[in-house]
């Protein structure tokens, strides 16, 4: 069954929270005036006491320790009303405990103390929009889009606000932007397939509820995974399950933890090497990335996938010659795999051969001549060398595969409108 933008901003929050805590700081008044200085060393006490009972809860979850934390940050937020800080913690605690009304009240005040953050926004519209209050929920997302416009749960929160006022198709573009900016965001895939049946896009629709099945069974496997983790800590293939569902889920951060955890328990396991090689690369973290593919490379000699991403970070980290010898290594294992070429031409692009590039695009097509992204690459190649010509056959070729394709679309309208 769908779930409204509040949904996800919750099931949120015990990641955010964290990081909140150890980001609050307590210089965070608004210049107005201050209470007397007993109540304000009362108030940090207050703060202090309930983030640390927040932070307790989130590693066990217990009503009583929440109610505890709701209690304290109310108690610093009644002594030194208009510490922002204090009101935003107060907030997303209450938002902790469901308490939509009470949080809204402190992020209103929080920002109407001059507190400029899309994020609080974000959770403004949320909170309104289950609240029933549309004309505020617009309000607040349209403020956090004004500041915004990367946050796909904003964008979720926004399309859901759409489509319940009827705006079928803005919110349809709400959707697409949140599943463009997350690929894996299977609560924007369910409602884009609702908004494009109402639309009559009956293809769409289902292309849409195809991909929120995928994402939201993985979803479901990381939630069994993790179950089973929690009762068995030491199975290592348990550890390992939660790090790959995650890395699916492209949360790169908490994967890589797990992936750490499961690398400690299987040392020799090329994909768990691999995929933790792949999120630190993701994470700029180049130096590990590297250490780990070579190592999945040398646990897993046969395999293309390791030795195609160390090209990749070699060349991120300036290694130009290794780079082009792993990617020919590849090449040797499947000369005839059209994606392994496709992608040894954005190895080259990357390292500014746009000529070698052509030529493996080209080689890419003789193996999959359907093959868009190798289309495209060329149509690349041939308008950074302004042949464009070139460049406008390489996207008809791609629009004749696929007349929806929006990226050789727009390229084809951008540079047919140049000669104007």
């Known amino acids: ?116 953050d899309p994020l609080v926004w974000r959770r403004m519209g949320n909170l309104a929009l289950g609240l029933g209050d549309m004309d505020m929920a617009r309000g607040c997302f349209e403020r956090a889009l004004s500041q915004q416009a990367s946050d796909p749960e904003l964008f979720f929160g926004y399309g859901c606000l759409l489509d319940l006022e009827g705006e079928f198709e803005a919110a349809r573009q709400a959707f697409d932007s949140a599943t463009a900016i997350r690929p894996t965001y299977d609560d924007a895939y369910f ?25 939201n069974g993985i979803d479901h496997a990381l939630a069994e995974a993790r179950k089973h983790v929690r009762m068995h800590p030491e199975d290592a293939h348990g550890v390992r399950a939660v ?57 897993a000699p046969g395999s293309i996938d390791p030795l195609r991403e160390l090209a990749f970070v070699l060349a991120k980290g300036g290694d130009v010659e290794g780079a082009l010898e792993r990617m020919a290594q590849a090449l040797a294992l499947a000369p005839g795999d059209a994606d392994l070429h496709f992608q040894n031409g954005v190895l080259l692009m ?20 359907n093959l868009i992204d190798a289309h495209l690459g060329q ?25 929806t394709n929006a990226a050789a679309t727009g390229s084809l309208n951008f540079i047919q409108g140049e000669g104007k």
């Open 1 to 116: 069954m769908p779930r409204l933008a509040t949904s996800t901003l919750i099931t949120a929050l015990a990641v955010h929270l964290p990081l909140f805590l150890g980001a609050c700081g307590e210089g965070s008044s608004s210049g107005s005036d201050s209470p007397p200085k007993d109540d304000l060393d009362g108030a940090r006490a207050a703060f202090q006491r309930g983030s640390a009972q927040v932070q307790e809860h989130l590693e066990a979850p217990d009503h009583a320790t929440l109610q505890a934390a709701i209690d304290s940050l109310e108690e610093s937020v009644r002594l030194a009303p208009n510490e922002i800080q204090h009101r935003l913690m107060a907030g997303r605690t209450q938002e902790l405990a469901l308490n939509s009304e009470a949080a809204l009240a402190h992020y209103r005040i929080a920002t109407g103390l001059g507190h400029e």
């Open 191 to 215: 409602r884009l397939a609702k908004v494009l049946r109402v639309l009559g896009d009956e293809t769409g629709a289902d292309a849409a509820r195809a991909q929120f099945d995928h994402w």
């Open 243 to 299: 790090g790959l569902y995650l890395f699916q889920l492209q949360r790169a951060e908490e994967c890589t933890d797990w992936l750490q955890r499961a690398k400690k328990m299987l040392p020799r396991d090329a994909t768990i090497l691999e995929c933790l090689g792949r999120a630190q690369s993701g994470l700029g973290r180049v130096p590990a990335a590297r250490a780990n593919l070579e190592l999945a490379v040398e646990c």
């Open 350 to 369: 990357q390292l500014q051969r746009p000529d070698a590039a052509l030529e493996a695009y080209a080689l890419a097509l003789v193996n999959d001549p």
């Open 379 to 403: 149509a690349e190649v041939h308008y950074g060398a302004n042949r464009r010509e070139e460049a406008i056959a390489a996207y008809r070729r791609v629009l004749a595969i696929d007349p």
